[in-house]
């Protein structure tokens, strides 16, 4: 069976029966002098949010809501990396303990079967040139058994691609056992460059077509891989324009997996 077996991340674990947003107990938390490490747990969250300032469904007993508390010592600049290091440490744990194929769609939406599984929203509290906390929060959907038909074409859980439930507790355990390990390596640098190949390996992405909405218009080209700072190199098309070119998730939108 799976257990967590890590040094820091989900130590202490908090398991809460209802909250607003597990992200927004975390950010309460924090403040309030919560250490590094500390997991939140909810088994229902009442204004769960998604990114973009969308809202995030997050229906009882059905789904796994949980955000991680860090308090690193690196600068403002590396933190959003770490959604990419959460991307990759669900991807991870999805596989182990369901055996589905779970993908990356960068930069962080978690996919099986072309549907997305899970959502990744990172939070900072920072000054200029230090991080007071940062909240990692997942959203994977677990046991639902159905979904509202507007987002059914595009959003699925881990039971309905397995056909069986799946212990959320075994999902939990792995996928901060993998977080751990992924976060050391992205400590090395303090960015991404120990973990690039490991992203790619997940990255879904990659050598597809995508298309690019970005302050200066829309564009299109092929998704290549990840640069050491997490940004999509994107090998633009029928522009003359030869090269790779890098965007950065704070500033454009990619379409097409
Ligand atoms: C997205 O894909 O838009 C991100 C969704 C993030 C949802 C999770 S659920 C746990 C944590 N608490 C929240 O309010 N949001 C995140």
């Known amino acids: 069976a799976s257990r967590l077996h890590t040094g820091w991340a989900g130590h202490p674990t908090v398991f809460l029966e209802r909250t607003d947003s597990t992200n927004n107990e975390a ?17 229902n969250q009442e204004a769960g949010k998604g ?14 809501w949980m955000t991680l508390i860090m308090k690193p010592e690196f600068p403002p600049s590396q933190a959003s990396m770490l959604t990419l290091v959460a ?17 990356i769609k960068w930069p962080n939406d978690i996919v099986v079967n072309g549907k997305k599984i899970c ?3 990172t939070e900072m509290s920072a000054e200029p040139d230090y991080i007071n906390h940062v909240v990692v929060g ?3 959907n677990a046991n639902m058994e159905e979904f509202p038909p507007d987002i059914r074409e595009k959003a699925t859980s881990l039971s309905l691609e397995l056909g069986e439930k799946v212990s959320r507790a075994a999902v939990i355990a792995e996928v901060w056992n993998a977080f751990e390990l992924y976060y050391d390596k992205f400590l090395e640098n303090a960015d991404l460059s120990s973990l690039r190949e490991k992203y790619e390996a997940h990255l879904l992405n ?11 218009g ?7 891989g990840i640069d050491r700072n997490g940004r ?20 454009v939108s990619v379409r097409g997996v």
């Open 138 to 140: 997942i959203g994977i």
């Open 87 to 103: 991307a990759m440490a669900v991807a991870e744990g999805v596989r182990s303990v369901t055996g589905l194929e779970a993908g």
């Open 119 to 121: 959502g990744i929203l």
């Open 218 to 224: 829309e564009w299109r080209g092929v998704a290549r």
């Open 27 to 43: 950010k309460r938390m924090a403040e309030a002098g919560a250490s590094h490490g500390t997991l939140v747990v909810a088994e």
């Open 206 to 216: 990659r050598g597809k077509e995508v298309c690019v909405l970005d302050p200066k």
């Open 232 to 251: 999509l190199l994107i090998e633009q098309t029928g522009s003359g324009d030869e090269g790779l070119r890098a965007v950065d998730s704070g500033e």
């Open 51 to 64: 990114r973009r300032g969308r809202s995030w469904s997050s229906p009882e007993k059905s789904g796994i």
